[in-house]
């Protein structure tokens, strides 16, 4: 047995040395950050694991948008796995800004003032809903009359999508720029979803391969070395990351962000140690799951990484 060390400060404490001391401190979260760090270090090293980034849309509302552009942006991740909501809402914010709000709100007199509310988010109607529709539309035409395009997987609308854009804010953006693939496997489930839908309406012929997306996915995972995930939050984007790496039994490392409980019975809940029994995640592999909040614990990950590789 090891006995417990306090946590001691000093003024001018890089994120990464107060990490360092979190191994030794004892209590609940504290040691499984510190683990987190190491894990993701770990991807880094001279067999540098293929690192999938996965997370649902709603952290995409709130400032945590800025950390996971930086993933992309310095090509910290391999492959992001996520849902619609993500690129409505990295749109959204390119042509407007979302408002801090209260979840104590009174959600009638949004709905007059034409506001959504998501969580403690405001965003309002008009940087949404006919926002996306207004720039889809004209884009998908764009794309079906002059490119002559009729047929096209997920990862490339999304690519197409970031080099239209001039806003380095953006995930999308720094997506296509880095040629980091970017997979929806639920993209009808959201506005965008929507847009795509209602375009086919008038253009019969028009289609999205989401099969030509899996094709991909199984392209990266079968030429893989190592695999290692960031999996933030569960749900589709959780699932997809850990069912395709099953095929090259399992994970090599993994880091869980959620804030599910284990016997609500969902995905979300499932601790990954879960996914060893799945052929999800290798027997041996290194992995943690934090319970929390992820716009607080991401960051701190991502400050004490980049502390770390900076170093290195």
């Excluded at 806003?167 to 929507?194: F, H, K």
């Excluded at 079968?222 to 984007?237: D, E, K, N, P, W």
């Excluded at 607080?296 to 290195?312: K, M, S």
């Amino acid at each position: 047995m090891k006995s417990v060390d306090d946590i001691t400060l000093r003024e001018g404490m890089r994120v990464s040395e107060l990490i360092d001391q979190f191994s030794g401190a004892g209590g609940f979260t504290a040691p499984m950050l510190a683990e987190a760090v190491d894990i993701l270090e770990s991807m880094y090293g001279p067999e540098r694991s293929t690192i999938f980034l996965s997370f649902p849309a709603a952290p995409v509302s709130t400032g945590m948008r800025g950390v996971l552009r930086m993933l992309v942006q310095r090509k910290l991740v391999d492959v992001v796995v996520t849902t619609c909501g993500t690129l409505d809402h990295d749109l959204a914010r390119c042509w407007g800004d979302y408002m801090r709000g209260s979840f104590e709100a009174d959600d009638e007199v949004l709905l007059e003032k034409g506001i959504h509310r998501l969580g403690n988010v405001f965003v309002p109607l008009d940087v949404y809903g006919p926002a996306l529709e207004s720039r889809l539309q004209p884009f998908l035409e764009d794309l079906y009359a002059n490119e002559g395009v009729r047929t096209i997987s997920c990862n490339d609308l999304v690519w197409r999508m970031g080099e239209r854009l001039a806003d380095e804010s953006s995930i999308l953006y720094w997506a296509r720029r880095n040629r980091i693939p970017v997979i929806v496997p639920g993209i009808t489930d959201g506005a965008v979803g929507s847009q795509l839908w209602l375009f086919r309406q008038a253009h019969s012929d028009f289609h999205v391969d989401l099969l030509a997306d899996e094709t991909l996915l199984s392209d990266i995972v079968h030429t893989a070395r190592r695999t290692g995930g960031l999996i933030i939050g569960g749900g589709i984007s959780k699932h997809h990351v850990i069912w395709w790496n099953q095929f090259r039994d399992g994970l090599d490392s993994a880091v869980y962000v959620t804030t599910a409980p284990e016997h609500d019975g969902s995905l979300s809940g499932a601790r990954m140690r879960e996914a060893i029994s799945w052929g999800k995640l290798r027997p041996k592999a290194r992995h943690v799951t934090i319970p929390g909040e992820a716009t607080v614990i991401v960051p701190i990950l991502a400050a004490a990484l980049l502390d770390r590789l900076n170093e290195g």
